[in-house]
């Protein structure tokens, strides 16, 4: 998000109307995404549209891509510009009744090499958001943070109760907005959820540094070049198909009673890497290729899983897609 363009409107501009003064939402609330052309945003606005939400996205695009929007593009408005302004996200926020926020800088490796600029983005551009929506009256609030937050787990699964211990500085600038969003639920009566992301995956994410392993994999292996593992490939993570986790953000955004609660969205499961390696070399069929290691990156964690039951107790959500079926989805850009 390092954009200073000012704002501009897309092509369809519907009526503002007065903000939500109450915390139970309209049955089909005026939705802002932030970073909504990025690979979860997109995916989140199409399923919103097609819904009947109103929906309005805030994003830089110096990720994020119009291309990922499609056909609703023109059924929606898109704001260019950069969170860290507060004149930018007060506009952007003007006559919404929730905001959903996903922008963020999220390569772990990057973020050791510049922690201020992960700091300013992450956390700055956050509080700019809780105080816009404290001024305009929006009553709800979802922040995407990650697991990263955990660091490296004293046991699996990963509970919300599991203790916090960052290990980059990427991390730590999702914990310190956490803690500001709970602030903000606690002292401005914000209906607020934190949503600790376990690797999502899916069609439109980008094969580059800020892309998930899966991505890189299957780049690679379609280029006939062996997967590049991290590590002995032992190491575990647990995968969640882009359906299901939209399917929980939608959940979460029409459930009024989940006011500064934490939950994992994951899919409950423990995958190796070598496995996932070895799983796509036979789905596409290629013989002969082997994945190559190298030495570990600095602050990635040996094993991964999401203790899920809170959020499929508090919303009823549950993952539906397995890793081989989303693997395949994969493929076939599904």
């Known amino acids: 998000i390092v954009s200073q363009e000012n704002p501009a409107r897309g092509r369809h501009h519907p009526k503002m109307n007065k903000p939500n003064s109450t915390d139970k939402l309209t049955p089909k609330p005026k939705v802002l995404i932030t970073g909504g052309a990025g690979f979860i945003g997109s ?12 929906v309005r996205i805030l ?10 929007l499609g056909n609703i593009k023109d059924l929606i408005e898109v704001f260019r510009g950069d969170i860290r302004e507060a004149k930018v996200v007060d ?4 006559s919404m009744d929730a905001v959903i926020h996903l922008a963020a800088k999220i390569d772990v490796s990057k973020s050791f090499e510049d922690p201020e600029l992960y700091h300013d983005i992450n956390v700055h551009g956050t509080l700019n958001l809780l105080n816009s929506c404290v ?3 929006v009553r709800k609030f979802i922040y995407t ?15 919300e109760e599991h203790p916090v211990n960052p290990l980059s500085p990427y991390a730590a600038s999702k914990l310190a907005a956490e803690a500001y969003c709970k602030a903000y639920a606690n002292t401005h009566n914000l209906n607020l959820a934190i949503l600790r ?12 540094p800020y892309g998930g392993v899966i991505v890189k994999f299957v780049e690679s292996l379609r280029n006939h070049k062996p997967p590049t593992i991290f590590g002995d490939g032992k190491q575990t993570r647990d995968f969640t198909y882009i359906k299901d986790a939209v399917e929980a953000i939608i959940k979460l955004l029409t459930n009024a009673n989940v006011k500064g609660e934490v939950f994992n969205l994951g899919s409950g499961k423990s995958i190796p890497i070598n496995w996932l390696a070895e799983t796509l070399i036979k789905i596409m069929g290629i013989d002969g290729i ?3 290691y190298l030495s570990p990156r600095l602050g990635d964690v040996r094993h991964s899983q999401a203790d899920i ?9 549950k993952p539906k897609t397995s890793i081989e079926e989303g693997l395949k989805l994969v493929l076939q850009g599904a």
């Open 135 to 137: 001024r305009k009256g």
């Open 309 to 317: 039951r809170k959020i499929v107790e508090t919303i009823e959500f």
């Open 290 to 292: 082997k994945p190559v």
């Open 197 to 208: 992301l376990f690797n999502v995956y899916g069609p439109r994410q980008s094969n580059n």
């Open 59 to 68: 994003d830089d695009f110096s990720s994020g891509r119009i291309e990922n």
């Open 43 to 54: 995916h989140l606005a199409e399923e919103l549209v097609n819904r009947g939400f109103h």
């Open 145 to 159: 943070s990650t697991c990263a937050v955990y660091g490296e787990p004293l046991r699996l699964p990963i509970s």
């Open 91 to 94: 506009e952007a926020v003007t």
